[in-house]
C-alpha cells in the first residue's frame, strides 16, 4: 500500500488494486511519546479507537441530515480489526475525475476567480448550515476538500469530507448532551477558519431562520416555477438571505428580507417598471411573494464583474444610457455604487438592487429607513446639510466617472428627490456623529478603521455649522 494522506495519530494508505483507500492509527515511530501511548492505548479498544467512533457517528447521523448532505463522506465504509493494526477503516477512495488528488477547499478556494470562488464559499456556507441545523460534531472545517469531477476549475465540483473526528479530547465533553454548545461551537471554528485561511466573512443567520427561509423558498417557490435554490449569501443589514437557482429554466436570485418586506415589493415595483422601459440596462422580474417573510426572483447576470473592475471610461455611454432611462421612469436610485452596475454576457451594465429606491411621483420612504436613520444618511448617498437631506444620481454618476465630459453631464435628466431633516431626526444623526467621533479617540491613527471613520464623519460636518 501506497501511504496517501497522514495526520498527527492515523494514516491513509491507498490499496494497489482496488479503488479503496484503508485508514489506521500510525505505526512508523515519528510521533512524540505520549502519542505513542494513547495510539497504544487505543489501537484494539473499539470504544475509544478514532477510526470506531468515526464509522459508528457517521452512520448514527445518516437519518439526520439530507442525503445530499451526508454525499460528503465517502461511498462505502467497512469497520475492520486486524492483530497488528488493531481497528481500521477501509473506504472509497476520493480523485477528481482525471484521476488527481483533492485538494482542501482553502487552497482551492484561494486559487479560483471571482465567480468560482463565490460557488465555492456558497457550497461550503450551506455545508456548515446543515451540520449546524442537525448539531452534528464537525470541528475540523480544515478538513473539507474539493472533488471535481473532472479537471480542477473546469468542470463541477462537489464538496468531501474524508477525514472525521468526532470525539472531542476535552476533560469533560458538555457538548455531547447540549446541541447549542455544539451548533455554537461549529459556528464559531467556522468562522475562525474562512477568516484565517479563505479571508472571508461568516455571518450566517440563525439555524432556525435558515430552516424557516429553506421551507418557504422551497413550497412557495415551487408553486411560481422555482428549483434547484441553494443559498449563496447570508444575514446582511437588511436582507436575511439570498439564493440562486432556475426559474421556470432561466438563472435566476432570490432575494429574501424579513427585516424590511415593504422594501422587496417596492424593488419588485420598480425594477419591473424599469425592465418594460430599458430591458438592455435593467435585469428582468420574475415573481414577488408578499408577506411578513417577502422575496423576490430576479434574473441572474452571469460573470461576476462589476464597474469597478473596468477602466472609468469604458462604460461611460452605458452609465448615462441607465441614468436617462431611470429620468424617463421618474424614479430617484439613490445608490450609484461601482458594486451595483454589473456587466451583462453581452457587453452591457445592468444596474441591480432597487430596495430603497424611490417613485418620484409619490416620493415614500420605506419604513424600515424611516426607523434607521444612520443607514438612511450615511449609507446611502444622500447629501447633508443644515435642513435637508438630498439625492441626485446625475450628480452622483459624475462622480462616479470623472470622464465625463461638460456637454454629457448637461444633457443628463435630473431628479432631486429632498427630504427635510426633522428636529429628531437631527437629534438622533448627531448622537450617531458623537459616536463616531468618540470610536475616532480610540482608533489607531493611520489604521483603515480610522480613514472609514473620517470619511464617514464629512458627511456630519454640516452639524458644526448648524
Known amino acids: 500500500m501506497t501511504e496517501i494522506g497522514k495526520g498527527s495519530r492515523r494514516v491513509c494508505l491507498r490499496l494497489p488494486d482496488a479503488p479503496l483507500c484503508v ?63 488493531g481497528w481500521h477503516l477501509v473506504e472509497s477512495l476520493v480523485l477528481n475525475g482525471d484521476g488527481s488528488t483533492p485538494e482542501r477547499f482553502s487552497r482551492t478556494c484561494r486559487a479560483a476567480d471571482a465567480n468560482m470562488r463565490r460557488r465555492l464559499l456558497a457550497a461550503f456556507r450551506n455545508l456548515a448550515h446543515a451540520f449546524e441545523a442537525a448539531a452534528v460534531r464537525f470541528y475540523d472545517p480544515q478538513n473539507v476538500l474539493v472533488q471535481w469531477s473532472g479537471k480542477p476549475f473546469e ?36 468562522k475562525r477558519y474562512l477568516w484565517q485561511h479563505v479571508a472571508a466573512k461568516y455571518n450566517p443567520l440563525p439555524w432556525r431562520k435558515r430552516a424557516a427561509w429553506d421551507a418557504l423558498v422551497k413550497e412557495e417557490g415551487a408553486k411560481i416555477g422555482l428549483s434547484r435554490c441553494c443559498a449563496f449569501l447570508e444575514n446582511k443589514l437588511v436582507n436575511d438571505i439570498f439564493y440562486e437557482g432556475d426559474f421556470k429554466g ?18 419588485y415595483k420598480l425594477a ?77 451594465l445592468k444596474l441591480i438592487d432597487f430596495q430603497f429606491a424611490v417613485d418620484w411621483n409619490d416620493r415614500r420612504i420605506d419604513p424600515w429607513l424611516a426607523r434607521h436613520p444612520a443607514y438612511h444618511y450615511t449609507v446611502f448617498a444622500g447629501v447633508l446639510q443644515k435642513g435637508v437631506a438630498w439625492w441626485d444620481d446625475a450628480d452622483f454618476s459624475t462622480l462616479l466617472l470623472p470622464s465625463l465630459d461638460k456637454s454629457a453631464r448637461s444633457r443628463i435628466g435630473r431628479l ?26 480610540f482608533t489607531r491613527r493611520g489604521s483603515r478603521k480610522r480613514q472609514s471613520i473620517d470619511r464617514r464623519l464629512e458627511r456630519f460636518s454640516w452639524l458644526s455649522s448648524s
Open 416 to 441: 432631486r428627490l429632498e427630504i427635510p431633516l426633522s428636529a429628531g431626526v437631527r437629534a438622533r444623526l448627531a448622537l450617531i456623529a458623537f459616536g463616531m467621533r468618540l470610536q475616532r479617540i
Open 155 to 190: 468542470s463541477d465540483f462537489r464538496l468531501r469530507i474524508v477525514d472525521f473526528e468526532p470525539a472531542s479530547r476535552a476533560f469533560l465533553p458538555i457538548d455531547l448532551a447540549c446541541p447549542a454548545l455544539r451548533r455554537m461551537k461549529l459556528r464559531r471554528r467556522v
Open 23 to 85: 485508514k489506521r492509527y500510525r505505526d512508523d515511530g515519528e510521533v512524540g511519546e505520549t502519542v505513542r501511548k494513547e495510539i497504544e492505548r487505543c489501537k484494539f479498544d473499539r470504544r475509544r479507537n478514532t477510526c470506531a467512533q468515526e464509522y459508528d457517528y457517521i452512520r448514527s447521523i445518516s437519518a439526520r441530515i439530507p442525503p445530499e448532505v451526508f454525499a460528503v463522506f465517502p461511498e462505502t465504509m467497512e469497520l475492520k480489526e486486524d492483530p497488528v493494526h
Open 250 to 267: 432561466r438563472p435566476c436570485v432570490v432575494k429574501c428580507s424579513s427585516r424590511a418586506p415593504e422594501s422587496i415589493e417596492n424593488e
Open 272 to 348: 419591473s417598471r424599469l425592465h418594460a422601459l430599458d430591458p438592455v440596462h435593467f435585469p428582468e422580474v420574475y415573481a414577488f411573494s408578499p408577506g411578513p417573510m417577502a422575496f423576490v426572483v430576479t434574473e441572474r447576470i452571469e460573470g461576476g464583474k462589476t464597474l469597478a473592475d473596468e477602466p472609468d471610461d469604458k462604460y461611460a455611454d452605458e452609465v448615462l444610457a441607465i441614468i436617462d432611462s431611470l429620468y424617463e421612469a421618474k424614479v430617484v436610485y439613490r445608490d450609484i455604487l461601482p458594486a451595483n452596475f454589473l456587466v451583462a454576457p453581452d457587453g452591457h
